[in-house]
Nanobody
Framework: QVQLVESGGGLVQAGGSLRLSCAASGVIFRINTMGWYRQAPGKQRELVAGFTRDGITVYADSVNGRFTISRDNAKNTMYLQMISLKPEDTAVYYC???????????????WGQGTQVTVSS
């Protein structure tokens, strides 16, 4: 079984920083894509930042220049460094990955349990 476990959320004042981590564990042949999504109360889940199949990074306009996504392939771990946080960044942040468990297997989408980020004004 594959699991994605996020960590690093918390409460921070506006202008502060946080670093989120997402570790993928289990039997993994290849991670095709990885990304961070967030969902604020009453709003739809949205992409924050991610890696495409070609390893290209993409960012939502609202976080571009403030958030940086990175990954450690050896550890199957992805990070999201967030600076200059704003109250509107408050949300539950989810890790997502499309993973193939074996060379003969199909790709599947996995989600973490989410980590709360709260930015106070």
């Amino acid at each position: 079984q594959v699991q994605l476990v996020e960590s690093g959320g918390g409460l921070v004042q506006a202008g502060g920083s946080l670093r989120l981590s997402c570790a993928a564990s289990g039997v993994i042949f290849r991670i095709n894509t990885m990304g961070w999504y967030r969902q604020a109360p009453g709003k739809q889940r949205e992409l924050v930042a991610g890696f495409t199949r070609d390893g290209i990074t993409v960012y939502a306009d609202s976080v571009n220049g403030r958030f940086t996504i990175s990954r450690d392939n050896a550890k199957n771990t992805m990070y999201l460094q967030m600076i200059s946080l704003k109250p509107e960044d408050t949300a539950v942040y989810y890790c997502n990955a499309e993973i193939r468990r074996a060379v003969w297997a199909s790709d599947h989408d996995y989600w973490g349990q989410g980590t709360q980020v709260t930015v106070s004004s």
